[in-house]
């Protein structure tokens, strides 16, 4: 097997004293769709902005491409994340630039191509979530679903090869949700991109989900680790299948399939 | 047919969209296709190409081929044209005359609202008053706390200087006719009737006034207003009334507390010019009396006034973005400001008129 794009070796997280996960340990193929579950509040997005190494684990170590990013140099740190591509929960687009202009702004940083060719990159990205049209408005002119949208424009910007979202589909219609989950396995399929996703949508984590892991609030720890069809079957603990069974029922799987006997 | 060959991707230098049009024009073809020749890579800088392309070819029923391109190219231009373009998007750009409209409407509806705003918080007060109001008791001790206690240290500093200065200005005027003894009565006499509350009333307005426009502006953008105005609340008992009761108890304070650390400025400057203690205390006692105590006293009432209704109004008005959040604090500011120095100079005529 090729070396992990990921790496997190026993990881532990904190905000001062208070942990919030211990132990942590798992890692993410490169090319892989992999999920982040867990009930709300458990420290999905702790986990992520420990990854994208905004904070720094209490223990552990955290690498990507094999680089430990809490002793990556600053070069090392900016090469990597000129091919990463993040949204935030709470969208995190800046609200004084149009949405063409939220997206140009990692191809400005980071190319050498022109005004033009910048402008039709964003007109293409936006396209792509559905938000054709809308360049000249202003985030706060959109839509919450919208916003969140304009958001993962941003992140895809530079076709970056591993990307980071949290709850991307939360918010958006049925539809849009669909089409957001065939957008992220496209751009996985077509550039290879790894995707680390944080997400609530049994649906989606059924359809694009190569790999997971589930954290759980009340041991503080991870329960399980592995491909999310096979942790509904047969996952050790009884609460990751219980997780993961309403997704499979309301994906339309037989009954019999259910861990439980009813 | 288009054959595409080499580097679609990165930086590279491509054809533009209407080069690629003309070509397939010129061939006069009923289909356009596309096929992957040698060596071909493409990113998303082939599809910027590809989608106009596509958009065009739906307009005018081509039918575009693009089997022979690698399949994520064909699904990829699907998802970007599974919506169409927003018909109606048109952006809401403003041309100068509306701007000037705008000017001149804003300014006589930004008057407008300045007075109701006044006027509903007092309304609001009114109610506070007859124990009907949504305020609670423990916001104005922590804005007590925020602009009190907290501010102290900032208006100890200025007032020791601003009655240093004082005392330097007048004794290079008194000096020359012997005179450094009242040296004390000007002193008084300035930070008692003017500078201790308007030097408070400036410290506060870029401290407090400021403060204030910057948590309702965030509050506005992060929707918490909606939130308090939904649940039956209003945002003026709520959030305006404690605020401006806060600033209207703790400014007399300061007045009071800017005054005798002024006096004591002045005491240390005077002692150079050998008037000692004992004098200074004596001639800045006879210099003043309890109505200028009291017209001091009233115009740092007023100023309270002044500086939280600006603040708070500017923090409501705020717009929902981070770039607006820092105006509505500029605009807090400024509007303070001015306003302090125009009732100020209103306060004056009026104690001239009234002899007081
Ligand atoms: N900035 C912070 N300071 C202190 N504690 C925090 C902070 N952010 C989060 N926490 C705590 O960490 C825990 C995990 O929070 P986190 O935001 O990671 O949850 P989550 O799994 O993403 O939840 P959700 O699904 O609701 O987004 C929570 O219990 C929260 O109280
Ligand atoms: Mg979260």
Redesign the interface.
Same mark, same amino acid.
């Given at each position: 097997m090729a070396a992990p794009h990921i790496e997190v070796r026993g990881v532990t997280m904190a905000y001062g004293r208070n942990v919030v996960q211990r132990d942590l340990g798992f890692t993410v193929g490169r090319g892989d769709i992999f999920v982040i579950m867990g009930g709300s509040g458990c420290g999905k997005s702790t986990l992520l902005k420990h990854m994208i190494g905004l904070n720094r684990p209490a223990a552990g170590h955290i690498l990507i491409d094999g680089i430990d990013l809490h002793s990556a140099t600053p070069q090392e740190l900016l090469t990597l994340q000129r091919s990463w591509g993040i949204t935030y929960q709470r969208g995190g687009l800046f609200s004084d630039l149009t949405l063409a202009e939220n997206v140009a702004v990692p191809l400005e940083q980071y190319t050498d191509l022109d005004d033009a060719e910048i402008r039709d990159i964003a007109a293409y990205k936006l396209a792509l979530v559905g938000l054709a049209g809308f360049e000249a408005y202003y985030p706060s002119n959109i839509s919450g679903g919208m916003q969140k949208r304009a958001a993962l424009a941003r992140a895809i910007a530079l076709d970056p090869t591993l990307l980071f979202f949290d709850e991307p589909s939360a918010g958006l219609d049925p539809l849009s949700s669909l089409r957001l989950d065939q957008l992220i396995r496209e751009i996985s399929e077509s550039l290879g991109a790894t995707v680390v996703i944080v997400t609530h949508e049994l649906a989606s984590i059924f359809s694009i989900a190569t790999n997971s892991v589930f954290l759980d609030a009340a041991t503080k720890t991870q329960l399980d680790v592995g491909p999310p069809r096979q942790l509904a079957r047969s996952s050790r603990h009884a609460v990751v299948r219980e997780f993961l069974a309403r997704g499979e029922l309301s994906a339309g799987a037989p009954v019999s399939e259910r861990s439980h006997p009813s | 047919m288009t054959l595409l060959t080499g580097c679609w991707r990165g930086?590279a230098t491509l054809p533009s969209v209407t080069e690629l049009r003309t070509q397939f024009e010129a061939a006069r073809s009923e289909q356009w296709r596309f096929s992957a020749g040698d060596s071909f890579e493409w990113?998303?800088?082939l %599809?910027?190409r590809l989608?106009p392309i596509a958009r065009y070819c739906e307009t005018e029923q081509i039918e575009l081929d693009l089997s022979a391109l !690698?399949p @994520? +190219?064909a699904?990829?231009l699907g %998802?970007?044209? @599974? +919506?169409? !373009?927003?018909?109606s @998007?048109a !952006?809401?750009?403003r041309t100068l005359v509306d701007r000037y409209r705008a000017f001149w409407r804003n300014l006589f509806s930004g008057t407008h609202a300045s007075v109701a705003f006044v006027g509903e918080c007092t309304l609001a007060f009114g109610r506070f008053l007859r124990g009907g109001a949504n305020t609670r008791g423990i916001d104005i001790l922590w804005f007590i706390q925020q602009c009190g206690p907290q501010a102290l240290p900032i208006v100890a500093l200025i007032s020791v200087l601003v009655g240093m200065i004082l005392a330097y200005l007048g004794s290079v005027q008194l000096r020359q006719f012997g005179a450094e003894v009242y040296v004390a009565d000007l002193v008084t006499i300035g930070m008692v009737r003017e500078m201790a509350a308007l030097m408070t009333a400036v410290i506060m307005a870029g401290r407090t006034g400021a403060a204030y426009a910057a948590q309702l502006g965030a509050m506005q953008?992060n929707e918490e207003i909606d939130a308090i105005t939904t649940l039956g609340i209003s945002p003026i008992e709520y959030l305006v009334l404690p605020r401006m009761l806060a600033l209207i108890l703790v400014m007399p304070l300061l007045y009071l507390f800017s005054v005798a650390l002024g006096l004591g400025g002045g005491a240390l400057v005077a002692a150079g010019l050998d008037v000692n203690l004992l004098q200074f205390i004596n001639s800045a006692r006879e210099a003043v009396d309890l109505t200028d105590i009291g017209t001091g006293l009233f115009k740092s009432l007023a100023f309270a006034v002044v500086i939280a209704a600006a603040g708070c109004h500017a923090g409501l008005l705020s717009?929902?973005?981070?770039?607006?959040v820092g105006q509505a604090t500029t605009r807090a500011v400024v509007h303070a400001i001015v306003y302090l120095v125009v009732v100020d100079a209103g306060l004056n005529i009026l104690y001239n008129e009234l002899g007081i």
């Open positions: - | 930086e990113d998303s800088r %599809l910027t989608l !690698p @994520a +190219v699904r990829l %998802l970007a044209l @599974a +919506v169409a !373009p927003a018909a @998007a !952006p809401p750009r953008a717009g929902r973005s981070s770039s607006a």
